[in-house]
Structures are given as C-alpha cells and as structure tokens.
C-alpha cells in the first residue's frame, strides 16, 4: 500500500507541478477542440484578471507539497477546491466528461483517505 501512495502523491503532485508551471512556460502546446461558448466566456473572465496565474501558484506549490511527503496533507488542502473547480468546469461549462480530470478526482480522494490521519481533527466532533 505504500509504494501505491508514493506513486500516486508523485504522479498527482508532478502533474499539477508539470501543468502550473506550463501556464508561464509555455512548453506543452494546448490545443484540441474549441470549448462552448459558456466554458469561453468564463476562460476569457478569469485569464486577464490574473486570478488564473493565482491558481497557477497554488497549484505549483499543492503539487511540491505533495511531492514533498512532509507537505502532503497542506498540498491536498490546497488542490482540494482545484480539483473541484476541474470537475465543475468539465461537468457544467465544457459540458463533457473528462477521464484526466476524474482520475485527478479518484487520487486526491484517495490520497485524502490514505493521509486521513492527518484529517481527523477536522473531522472530529467539537468540544464545548
């Protein structure tokens, strides 16, 4: 079980690292089929308010906290409502399913369940 945890935290820690820091560098060509209009509008909103590049950082330092080991719990807390965000973009404004962005989903719900030690605080009943 470990070695399956290691792999996942690398993978999904790399993969927000790889496509965070591709938004400034331009290395990997983003093409494929033109978006409705809605998911348009909204990419055209939030691109030159600067609130994606806001996201961008988060998902860099999410994906080096994960990686890290020692961070890994603050990482999934921080690419929990990215991944989120994915989901809803796909679901309500492309209006398509997304494989890449549900398997995102299936492993920070699992890394979440396997650092849920980690969690349990808050999740724990509050004391008065």
Known sequence: MNKT???IRNLLGLAFV?????FFLK???MGGPTPPEAAL???GAIAPSGFLAVVKVLE???GLALISKRFAPVGL???GPIVANILLYDLFLAKAFNPVGFAVLVM???????????FAGVFAAPRE
């Open 27 to 29: 290395f990997i060509p």
């Open 77 to 79: 807390v921080i690419l």
């Open 41 to 43: 509008n909204f990419m």
């Open 108 to 118: 920070e719900v699992f890394l979440i369940w396997a650092f849920r030690k980690n």
């Open 60 to 62: 860099i330092a999410g």
């Open 18 to 22: 790889v496509f965070g820091l591709n």
């Open 5 to 7: 945890i290691l792999i």
